[in-house]
């Protein structure tokens, strides 16, 4: 196995617990290093910062640990240190039991998603048996109905290494399944550390929470948007090229001062965090909690390494009771950067206590009428996390009609195979149709053929005679989406419940009917158009009259008739006649003059140049300064 394969691992290990409860001084016996690095650190006595180690387990896998502070004062500090951790070891001092603080953080650790942990009691060599075995009781009688219900619990002493070697074992076997998680996704690391080192600029740590990252990826630093580049990588203090999910990591960054990152940014894959100032969730509060969640609550909001201010409003319910569960949109004073499906914590503005935490089931959410069965409906669906319900949801919900796959893949937070396969399942159950521009649910897409279809019918309704609606008119009738109406169109047409001739848009079926008047009207003007051949008379020339011959006139553009511009049109025959003049003229010459084509057509100058710039909109010729060239919409030839 080579040195760099040797540290991937996706085993990150956490310590909490009450303050003094010996979290540093087993690290030490586990790894070997004083996590407690700073003068203040050494003096009091405690972890104010996070510390960082690292140990190899008998199975030879290396697992990094993040010894997390245990003080009240430093619960920020905590928060900031669970993101991507694996398994938990929550330690209680043999001497004094389960204490508030241990409660809290066991309390924090559910409600972030961690179920693996050890319970580790320490400094056994300091009490009798027999007190060791009634706090045994008390912690196995604390953990019962809670996530932390049949963890082991296992007896140690740091200092004189009583126990260790058990503990390790145990930590191997919990951590043989835990496999890495999301490399496939986009790269993103909460930072929890930023510091300056001498020849080589700004250092970030934290741990990758999905993806990869290598040495010069560009990464995008969350949310002041700077863009910088991984100049070197460091996973358990050795170098290496590249860094994977669940790794602790410490990334030197190109061209970023220390103070334009640190705890509370976030660094990622260009392009792919969006920042919010609200936030769709679901908020647990804690049992135990003498808080009741209400509208306009300030809280404070923890998640990954960033802590901020927010209103709570409530969804569905007035107050979220301890241990009840509820919707709340959470209004943020300072913007962030988050994915859904986050968890974070909140706490009570003053006096700080933990009272709950959730999951973020909507990153980018409008503001809401509180309480909205469709909005709770939707919440519902988010919180299941089914991928097909998932998409429908998106799909259905969001602003825009037709979504492409990547942009689904990026807001689901889900893997674009899986993305993929989902949506073709779904379109084989005619739930979703896919569209040139991207994929669009069946009843928006049933909306818009209604209302589309409509508009046609109407108009063949209105205008009996006439080809069809001219796209550009029925395209007008949609003001703010018309990119996603010519989609749909398109759609309709590959269908066949459309048809496009020309520029004209009809019903499928849809087919011109004369009686017997129109009929002889229409034979009247192409008889009219065959023997004016290139000097034609004018529409209303052509129409006066003749009851009803405008419309009819009308009904023949784009089959027998050509219209040149307002006031001329000519017989098809005739101007594909002009063509084929032009085509041989260009045989022999490499440009043509005004006066050249009127001589080959022995027509007027007027008609010549309607001709010609008719010809000129098709593409058949460019004009340059008083003369015509070649076009690039060069006619098939027989």
Request: glycine share 6%; aromatic share 6%.
């Amino acid at each position: 196995m080579s040195n760099e394969n040797k540290f991937i691992s996706n085993v990150v290990i956490g310590t909490a617990g009450h303050i003094d409860h010996g979290k540093t001084t087993l690290i030490k016996a586990l790894s070997g290093i004083e996590t407690d690095t700073t003068a203040e650190e050494k003096e009091r006595g405690i972890s104010i910062n996070l510390g960082f180690a690292y140990f190899d387990l008998p199975s030879g896998k290396r697992c990094g640990v993040v010894d997390v502070p245990g003080h009240e004062k430093f619960i920020k500090n905590m928060l900031a240190g669970v993101s991507g951790i694996n398994l938990v070891l929550l330690l209680v001092d043999s001497r004094e039991g389960i204490m508030p603080q241990t409660k809290e953080h066991a309390d924090i650790l559910s409600l972030l998603g961690i179920e693996n942990y050890i319970i580790v009691m320490t400094k056994i060599d300091l009490v009798e048996d027999d007190y060791r075995e009634l706090v045994r009781e008390d912690i196995e009688n604390y953990i019962k109905e809670t996530p932390l219900e049949g963890s082991p619990i296992v007896e140690v002493d740091s200092v004189s290494r009583k126990g260790i070697e058990n503990l390790l074992k145990i930590i191997d076997e919990k951590t043989e399944n835990i496999v890495r998680l999301k490399e496939s996704r986009n790269a993103r690391i909460n930072v929890d550390r930023s510091f300056q080192v001498k020849g080589f600029g700004t250092v970030i740590t934290g741990t990758l929470i999905e993806g990869t990252i290598s040495v010069g990826d560009e990464l995008e630093i969350y949310p002041s948007n700077i863009i910088t580049k991984v100049r070197n990588i460091q996973v358990h203090e050795n170098d290496v090229k590249k860094a994977y999910s669940g790794q602790r990591t410490a990334i030197n960054l190109n061209n970023v001062k220390v103070e334009d990152i640190g705890r509370g940014n976030t660094l990622a894959t260009p392009g792919t965090l969006i920042k919010t100032y609200m936030l769709d969730t679901e908020i647990k509060i804690i049992k135990d909690s003498d808080f009741n969640l209400k509208l306009w609550d300030r809280v404070r909001v923890y998640t990954g390494t960033m802590e901020v201010m927010a209103r709570a409003v409530p969804l569905g319910t007035e107050t979220v009771k301890p241990g009840e569960k509820g919707f709340v949109q959470l209004r943020l004073e300072e913007e962030i950067s988050v994915k859904n499906y986050d968890k974070f914590i909140i706490r009570t503005y003053s006096p700080m206590v933990t009272i709950g935490g959730g999951v973020i089931l909507d990153a980018v959410p409008k503001k809401h009428s509180r309480f909205n069965e469709d909005i709770l409906n939707n919440l519902k669906i988010q919180l299941q996390g089914d991928n097909k319900e998932l998409i429908l949801n998106y799909l259905l919900t969001d602003y825009s009609n037709i979504i492409k796959a990547e942009e689904l893949s990026k807001n689901l937070e889900r893997n674009i195979e899986n993305i993929l396969e989902d949506i073709d399942t779904l379109i084989k159950d005619g739930n979703v149709y896919k569209t040139s521009a991207g994929y669009i649910h069946v009843k928006k897409y049933e909306d818009f053929k209604e209302k589309i279809y409509k508009i046609v019918k109407e108009y063949h309704e209105k205008n009996k005679l006439r080809k069809g609606i001219m796209k550009a008119e029925l395209m007008s009738r949609f003001k703010t989406n018309q990119k996603e109406a010519a989609v749909i169109i398109e759609l309709m047409i590959n269908s066949q419940l459309l048809k496009a001739e020309s520029s004209f848009i009809s019903l499928y079926d849809f087919e011109i009917k004369y009686d017997e008047k129109e009929l002889k009207n229409k034979d009247r003007i192409e008889k009219i158009l065959l023997e004016a051949r290139f000097t034609p008379p004018g529409v209303k020339e052509l129409t006066e009259g003749f009851k009803g011959s405008q419309e009819v006139m009308e009904s023949l553009v784009g089959s027998t008739v050509v219209r040149l511009d307002e006031d001329i049109v000519m017989h098809i025959k005739i101007f594909e006649e002009a063509k084929s003049k032009v085509m041989k003229h260009f045989d022999n010459n490499r440009k043509m003059t005004l006066a050249e084509f009127r001589d080959m057509t022995g027509s007027s100058r007027k008609y010549s140049l309607a001709m010609l710039e008719y010809m000129d909109k098709l593409g058949i010729t460019k004009r340059v300064e008083d003369y015509r060239i070649l076009g690039n919409n060069k006619p098939d030839r027989e």
